[in-house]
């Protein structure tokens, strides 16, 4: 059996590690060639393409790099052809994968979608296509399920959430290594280079209100140690971790959290958070009148309440984020709402066990059937 899977983010390494794990489980034998990173290179999947090459965030970065993405989308049909997979994967990343799904259709592929786009935000139309082109959907989100059905007649599978066993597989482990000897607040400001140039200055003012605490960035996998360096200077109590986000969220009293699925990996590690966003001009006005969801963090979604503070563009400024960092460090009824909220979370997420086993075991018997 051979699969080709394509991932664009550091999150969907993460989930498609996972499932090559649990795919190579049921047949060792299978074949993976992949676009993603480091995580699903090490699973055994054979890397085409970095994510760090393929992320770009928002309208305008988009179309400053449209040449990037058209030259990337035409190499790709080129080595999916030449490998010839048996099915193709597609996990999020939806502006590029969504094209490569509809191309694949016509040359007779099986496509299967893990972790839906999220079309119940924005840009909804997109699901009619989706219908057409995908033969298997596995979301992963709770209320995705019902969405389809209700709203577009699809039947979809949900498989549960796959970080419930990461985070859990990673909370047992025996020893870490102490990253600091003062408390810790740990500084999450994204993965792609744009996005914590807008974030991470305004984060690394709040640490001088904070003395008495260490602020630890957890580095991108696809950004230099100069690109750190250059922007910590002058903050005597800030430092940052390569490939230690998990052991950083396990010794921090608090984070600054940029949106995305780092603020729901903080609320499963227990960590109480600030949720802060911010975007260019242009990708934010367009964005604020398409985007149909109350909240942005992946939390309050799921909880459809308000769990955790979410600091948008305009109201993400330094005085902002010391004022909520200054409660959730010093109030502890806030502290134990927050525990009750995340336990609850953790709860809902947990229902179907498994989700990569799960996944893999739909997927497997999918194209057993199949071929």
């Known amino acids: 059996m051979k699969y080709y899977i394509i991932a664009g983010e550091a999150s969907g390494d993460l989930h498609g590690s996972n499932l090559i794990k649990e795919l190579k489980k049921q047949d060792p034998s299978i074949e993976i060639r992949c676009w993603g990173g480091d995580k699903m290179q090490e699973a055994g999947g054979e890397l085409v393409k970095h994510y760090s090459e393929l992320a770009f965030m928002g309208f305008s970065e988009v179309l400053m790099n449209l040449r990037t993405i058209f030259r990337n989308l035409a190499f790709c049909k080129e080595d999916i052809l030449q490998f010839k997979p048996d099915a193709l994967i597609l996990i999020d990343y939806p502006g590029f994968n969504l094209r490569i799904a509809k191309w694949a259709k016509q040359q007779g592929l099986k496509i299967i979608y893990y972790i839906s786009p999220q079309v119940w935000a924005w840009k909804e139309n997109r699901v009619r296509s989706m219908k057409q082109c995908i033969d298997k959907m596995l979301v992963i989100l709770p209320f995705e399920k019902e969405y389809y059905k209700n709203k577009w007649d699809w039947d979809v599978e949900y498989v549960g959430h796959p970080l419930i066993e ?116 242009l990708s934010y006005q367009i964005g604020k009148r398409l985007i149909n969801i109350k909240y942005i963090s992946l939390v309050n979604l799921i909880m459809d309440k308000l769990v955790v503070k979410e600091l948008i563009q305009n109201d993400f400024t330094v005085e902002a984020v010391k004022k909520e960092l200054q409660e959730l460090l010093t109030n502890e009824t806030r502290k134990e709402q927050l525990e009750k909220d995340y336990a609850a979370l953790t709860q809902i997420l947990s229902e179907e066990g498994n989700a990569s086993q799960k996944a893999a075991t739909i997927i497997s018997s999918f194209i057993s059937e199949a071929i």
């Open 166 to 281: 990461v985070i859990t597989n990673h909370k047992a482990q025996d020893f870490r290594q102490p990253l600091s000897n003062k408390p810790i607040v740990a500084l999450l400001p994204g993965s792609r280079k744009q996005e914590i140039l807008k974030k991470l200055p305004i984060m690394l003012e709040v640490s001088k209100s904070f003395p008495a605490y260490q602020f630890i960035v957890a580095k991108a996998p696809g950004a230099s140690e100069q690109f750190y360096n250059d922007l910590l200077k002058g903050y005597s109590n800030v430092s940052y971790v390569t490939n230690k986000t998990y052991d950083l969220l396990m010794q921090s009293k608090a984070a600054l959290v940029t949106s995305g699925t780092a603020t729901l990996e903080t609320a499963l590690f227990g960590v109480p958070e600030v949720v802060c966003y911010k975007g260019s001009y």
